[in-house]
């Protein structure tokens, strides 16, 4: 990382994807008037980490629906469970 980034928070990431990834960048960012994919990335890891934060507490998704009915939302997420530190590492640490 050169000097530039670092003092302004920032880092250059080159991602390749496949075409459909593209296609669905674009999408989003004409769905949502974003300025770019960048801002489309970041307003989406912004909403990935709302949620895995909501659902690593045991929080459900609800949809309500046009009709008014409040629907689960399936939303598959692989959450990690909280680490178990063992009594050996408490020792080590303490």
Known sequence: ???MEAVMGK???NLVVPERAVER???LQGRTDAASHTEVI???LFV???LVERLSTGSKLMEKTAKGELLPLPISIDIAGPRVVSSSE???AG
Request: overall charge positive.
């Open 1 to 3: 990382m050169g000097v």
């Open 42 to 44: 970041r307003q989406a």
């Open 48 to 50: 990935y980490e709302q």
């Open 90 to 92: 408490m020792k080590a």
């Open 11 to 13: 880092r250059r990431l």
């Open 25 to 27: 960048l674009n999408w």
